[in-house]
């Protein structure tokens, strides 16, 4: 059975260096360079769990780095505004988390000229959300879809195709083009954009700044095959890139889209532009240098190998939950055979299984349902459990027995009084009309903090909660969307077996 990996393998400081400088070249050969951010430009969590040392706020910073030759476009697609798009790490609507980035990029001074609403048809949910973003003061502006895009250039560059949309004025030497999620229509605003500098006569560049999959590692080494669990949604499909290998000889690592659209994407720039263009493979137009920041290989494989474990738990949970189709699952299922994965394999899983087994052959629970077990694992590798029950969920039992063991308290004393908990059960029971009276991590922890007030043993337990930072968990049943929000603020990393935790369609 694998530790939880505790080492450092990347090197921020060395990263953002190299990057910094590679960008700032890449400038000089333009007037304007539009640079498509990929992936999460704050808050990088996938990142940070594969790259053990990784900032996972280490993109903001190289921009706040640059922030005085930078500003920033943020996209969004109309449809994903529509259906109320989750973004899965942090629980909330693409619209919210437009917002939330607009605040935090203010916050690194960072210069956000506008949103742009691709592929805009009208619709009436994104036009509320215009709205709200105007009447704060922010630009926005709409893009229409384009007949044809991405592969007839002639219809694209021309006044019914980029000429029909928004030509954005920026002020700064790099734009960074960015967005909540995939689709969300960035290479068409860095074209677009592109479209209208040539119009004007200026001198425009295009490159792209995509994490992962990293271009000088090795096509199968655990940290490639790691962005592939996390897109198995997508399709995404690491692949050698055959047009940098046919010019320079020399073997690099992109993944499928973007080889397939390469000879599209650089004969339109070809167009727009009106000369031959400098890039001779996709991985010509990327400015990533994340892979000289390994420096220790043996902790990035282990780490990565983790992160697959946990893309695994996902993506059966999501198909459980009726968030996706069958084909992510059997990739996922694939990728864990091709690197010889069990789910045994992560440290806090067999724990959590073992103690509900136990709980159902007691015949404690309806044995049609599996009896909800947490177990947490420690950054010292103890392993915590808890379990569910009328008083409180499995969430909540595992994170206050975690925190007493933290304190070295003992099971046996009583953390929280029953005359702070039985109101507020009472509370969810008959005033708020709650058919599930137990209480979740967020109830219990409003507890704990109130009772710190006059009880010394509960303020020792409530300061050690920054200590489950960086924490793995499992569950053998599938949360409820409170305690996903509250462990992911405690920074505990968690994964659940696909079982429902009852029969209940809307409390769960």
Known sequence: MWKMVKKIGFDPKKYIEEQSKYILERVNHYDKLYLEFGGKLIGDMHAKRVLPGFDQDAKIKLLHKLKDQTEIIICVYSGDIERNKIRGDYGITYDMDIMRLIDELSDYELAVNSVVITRYRGQPSTKIFINKLEQRGMKVYTHREIEGYPVNVDQIVSDEGFGQNDYIPTTKPIVVVTGPGAGSGKLATCLNQLYHESRYGHTGGYSKFETFPV????????????????????????????????????????????????????????????????????????????????????????????????????????????????????????????????????VCVKPAREYSERLKQ??????????????????????????????????????????????????????????????????????????????????????????????????????????????????TVILNKDDEQILRSLGISFTCDPNFPSKNLFYV
């Open 215 to 346: 271009w000088n590692i090795p096509l199968k080494h655990p940290l490639n095959i790691a962005y592939e669990a996390a897109t198995v949604d997508l399709k995404d499909v690491n692949m050698i890139d055959s047009f940098h290998y046919d010019y320079y000889g020399e073997v690099a690592i992109n993944y499928n889209r973007d080889i397939e659209t390469f000879p599209i994407i650089k004969r339109t720039i070809e167009r727009i532009t009106g000369r031959e263009s400098e890039f001779h493979s996709p991985t010509d137009m990327g400015v990533n240098r994340i892979g000289f920041g390994i420096i220790d290989d043996e902790v990035i494989q282990e780490a990565s190998r983790q992160e697959i474990i946990r893309r695994y738990f996902e993506t059966e949970s999501n198909y459980k939950k009726g968030l996706t189709d069958i084909d992510p699952v059997n990739r996922i299922q694939m990728i864990m055979e091709e690197l010889d994965l069990r789910p045994e394999h992560r």
């Open 362 to 475: 007691s015949k404690e629970w309806d044995q049609e349902f599996t009896p909800p077990v947490m177990a947490l694992e420690l950054t010292d590798g103890q392993i915590i459990t808890g379990r569910g029950s009328e008083l409180m969920d499995a969430s909540a039992s595992a994170v206050l027995n975690a925190i007493k063991s933290l304190a070295n308290i003992s099971d046996d004393i009583l953390l929280l009084s029953p005359n702070i908990l039985e109101p507020i059960q009472q509370l969810k029971a008959n005033e708020l009309s709650g058919r599930i009276t137990s209480l979740n991590v967020s109830e219990i922890l409003i507890a704990l903090s109130i009772s710190a007030v006059t009880n010394p043993t509960a303020q020792i337990a409530y300061s050690k909660l920054w200590e489950l930072k960086e924490t793995q968990a499992h569950s």
